[in-house]
């Protein structure tokens, strides 16, 4: 059940990107190239705001007060173990042979010696990770952000990485339901783990006099172009919108 119902709302976020980026053209003289639907992105960020200050940050709030932090730290590692499989596949995808060899020990050390994950004996022993997800995999073959589009509860997108999605669920234990039947409970535990890492940097952008929307977009964009190039993007005057592959990859 729950396997069905991830993959429904994948497919529904591959029709979302497929419906914006062909709407793209419809867009007025001065949309932001970077963002041509900031009207709708706008709306469902309102939407996330809403979502997350009644639900999330008060679930994430308590979680951090009150869970002993030896027990968060046990669930992070845990579902960091869980991303190092999706690495593994990522990285060995991209060519990256040492990063994939390392994240396969990770996984292997972690979820024996660690005890499924709880403790990070591969830290410990110098293995490093190398987070990699399935949108990078297509940018690293020169696919393209294309336009940035704001999914509802899952946040900043883009095209390309809203495609990546449904490889990244179908790898990753938690969404493929592999773990028996504590998937739903599972995924809820790792959106408020998640969630309550970033409270403080959440507290921060809301005193602050910015604008959020656009901060968040710029800072996504960003993190996500330098991501694809492992720190070293090339200087361009606009990130890539190209839903093409380049001709050459980096």
Known sequence: ???QLFSRLAYGLLVLGAVLSMT??????????????E????????????LDDNVLKPVASGYRDYTPSLVQTGVRNVFNNFSDVSATLNN???????????SLMRVVVNSTLGVYGIFDVASAIH??????????TLGYWGVGSGPYV????LGPSSVRDTAGLPVDWHVDPVSNARIA????ETQILRVVDKRASYLAAGNILNEASIDKYAFL??????????QIYDGNPPTEDLPDQSLAPSSSSK
């Open 24 to 37: 793209g053209c419809a867009t007025g003289p001065q949309s932001n190239p970077v963002d041509p639907f």
């Open 127 to 136: 293995l490093e990770r190398y987070p990699e997800d399935f949108g990078q």
């Open 217 to 226: 977009r710029d800072a996504y964009l960003q993190r996500r172009r330098s």
């Open 92 to 102: 060995g995808l991209q060519l990256k042979g040492r990063q994939a060899a390392s």
């Open 150 to 153: 704001v999914l509802p509860v």
């Open 39 to 50: 009207p709708m992105n706008r709306g469902v960020f309102r939407f996330n705001e809403s």
């Open 1 to 3: 059940m729950t396997r």
């Open 181 to 184: 039947s504590f998937g739903p």
